[in-house]
């Protein structure tokens, strides 16, 4: 297992990792259990509640801080094809990664400076549905070349009536690739709202 760390927490990915090139950025979350006998959750959505779908994405964030390009479920590959999205999870069911990103830090464009890595949830307001609904949630780097987990940060909490999760970024850092446990969290209904964070 890899380097635990907690919210604001930094590292740096390549100082101890000499040659450390190709990352897979791991992202998971669990649907909070429904009370078999209806109770709260049935009481607002009814017996038949949609499966909680929540989608990660990658910002590239230049040197102006703002969103140069965005790597998600419906643009997997950036156009310079440092980044790479394995597809989109619907439902968050199973163990492990909900859904992956593979990152080459040595094709990452000199102009982009740090890669946000968020997560939102899908037509949350229809659904009726936000992150206090999740738990076990967490974003972890592993080397894509040896797959040794370097580093995992577990963000599960406090996230109530939360719809957009901010969880961790990756950033440039006198030479080095440095990652940093960001944990938060606010109330965008979707995507382009979050890109609008970076404007």
Not at 4 to 28: E, R
Not at 85 to 102: F, K, M, P, S, Y
Not at 185 to 191: E, F, K, R
Request: charged share 25%; hydrophobic share 35%.
């Amino acid at each position: 297992m890899g380097i635990s760390l907690k919210k604001g927490q930094k590292i740096s990915l390549t100082k101890d990792n000499k040659g450390l090139s190709k990352i897979l950025v791991g992202l998971g979350w669990d649907e909070v259990k429904q009370n078999q006998s209806g109770g709260f959750f049935s009481s607002l959505f009814g017996s038949k509640q949609e499966a909680i779908d929540c989608d990660a994405s990658v910002l590239m964030i230049n040197s102006n801080n703002s969103v140069g390009e965005v790597v998600y479920f419906g643009h997997l590959d950036s156009d310079d094809g440092s980044i790479h999205h394995n597809g989109d999870n619907l439902t968050g069911a199973g163990d492990g990664d909900d859904e992956q990103i593979v990152v080459d830090l040595s094709r990452v464009p000199e102009h982009i400076q740090k890669l946000v890595f968020i997560v939102n949830i899908y037509d949350c307001i229809k659904r009726r549905q936000h992150f206090g609904m999740i738990e076990n949630a967490f974003i972890r780097i592993e080397d894509a070349s040896t797959n040794k987990e370097l580093v995992i940060f577990n963000l599960s909490q406090g996230y109530e009536n939360k719809t957009g999760l901010y969880a961790g970024e990756i950033y440039r850092n006198n030479g080095e690739w440095k990652f940093a446990a960001i944990g938060e969290a606010d109330t965008s209904t979707g995507l382009k709202d979050m890109m609008n964070n970076y404007k």
